[in-house]
């Protein structure tokens, strides 16, 4: 299948069903930098490494990096994603379904960033895809469960070795330096967690950019294959370069609630803590994102600063917050994919 900028252009150009998915797409994109890059630089701010405006900034400029570096090396996550969920059969119906999936992400995500809860466009885009594909085929076999449950994998992942990699990093660098003057140590931590949070926006655009250059993907193969699989594709220069950008953007216009509810509501934190979260949850990210397993960077660094706060005490954890983020996960999936699986028919029965 060609995958290069021009033929892209003249499929876009030529179905108004794919322009708008593309659309959608790049809103969501921009939507996630928004709303979800912030959780990577959340712990600098909060433990006043960086100002929030200088954090940002970093944070556009290394999600941008880690869209085009990454997937370059590494583009497992985005095949998992396109692979996912069967939208064969009707083009036009299947492009029409993906365009309410999208639809249903945008609507979920803003009215999380709006309460200020941290919430997971990772998981938001694997509902609604999934809930639109059940809608599509009218039933479970809109679903592959061979590579969605490489979602559930990820699941487990981020949670236990997140929360084992921020437990152990800070448990070990508070080890190493426990007989040093904390009050000599503080610049070099503050300068190493500025370094631990360009990681995690590294990693994050290495993820999330993936995700959504997996949406793209499965609309071009849509219109440009009848709806065959993606195996075999590389996905081309121009549209890691497109959707760093838009990601990019999005991380510039902030997220100072988000970064607010993860780096100074959950756990109050010391700069060696905010670089032991930072690393763990980057670490977390690059082994999730070499195995192919979608996960949420929001869940991964939420677990990581549980960790690094409890080493200094359970009760060092803010519970109410974390309760808030626990119930947004839980009912992302199946509130996201029912928003998705109404739009799918409600959009197909419109137009």
């Not at 090396?73 to 365009?99: E, K, P, R, S």
């Not at 931590?189 to 993820?207: L, P, T, W």
Request: charge should be positive.
């Amino acid at each position: 299948m060609d995958l290069s900028l021009g033929f892209f252009l003249q499929q876009v150009t030529t179905s108004p069903a794919l322009a708008v998915t593309v659309l959608l797409t790049l809103s969501v994109i921009f939507v996630n930098g928004w709303t979800d890059a912030p959780n990577a630089i959340a712990t600098v701010v909060g433990t006043r490494a960086m100002g929030v405006n200088k954090a940002i900034i970093m944070a556009a400029v290394f999600n941008f990096l880690g869209v085009i570096v990454m997937t370059a090396f590494n583009a497992t996550v985005a095949m998992t994603i396109t692979n996912m969920v069967n939208f064969g059969g009707d083009d036009h119906q299947a492009l029409i379904a993906l365009c309410a999936a999208l639809f249903a992400i945008v609507i979920w995500a803003v009215a999380a960033w709006w309460f200020g809860i941290p919430t997971s466009e990772s998981h938001a885009l694997i509902a609604g895809i999934s809930g639109a594909a059940i809608a599509l085929q009218g039933g479970l076999g809109g679903i592959n469960g061979a590579e969605w449950i490489k979602v559930i994998y990820g699941l487990v992942v981020s949670v236990i070795l997140g929360f084992a990699m921020g437990y152990g990093v800070c448990w070990l660098t508070g080890r190493l330096c426990r007989n040093m003057d904390r009050r000599k140590t503080r610049g070099f931590f503050q300068k190493a967690q500025v370094v631990g949070g360009a990681a995690m926006a590294f990693m994050h655009g290495a993820q999330d950019g993936q995700k959504f250059m997996g949406v793209l993907l499965l609309g071009m193969v849509l219109v440009g294959s009848g709806g065959s699989g993606a195996e075999g594709l590389i996905l081309p220069l121009w549209m890691m370069l497109l959707c760093s950008v838009v990601m990019g953007v999005g991380t510039s216009v902030g997220g100072k609630k988000i970064i607010k509810s993860v780096g100074m509501d959950m756990v109050k934190m010391e700069t060696y803590q905010g670089f032991s979260a930072d690393v763990a949850g980057a670490l977390c990210l690059l082994c999730s994102t070499l195995w192919g397993l979608p996960v949420s960077t929001t869940h991964t660094k939420t677990i990581a600063v549980m960790g690094v706060g409890a080493v200094k005490r359970l009760s060092a954890i803010n519970l109410q917050v974390v309760k808030d983020m626990a119930l947004t996960w839980v009912l992302t999936f199946p509130g996201c994919g029912l928003i998705g699986f109404v739009m799918a028919k409600l959009f197909m029965f419109l137009f």
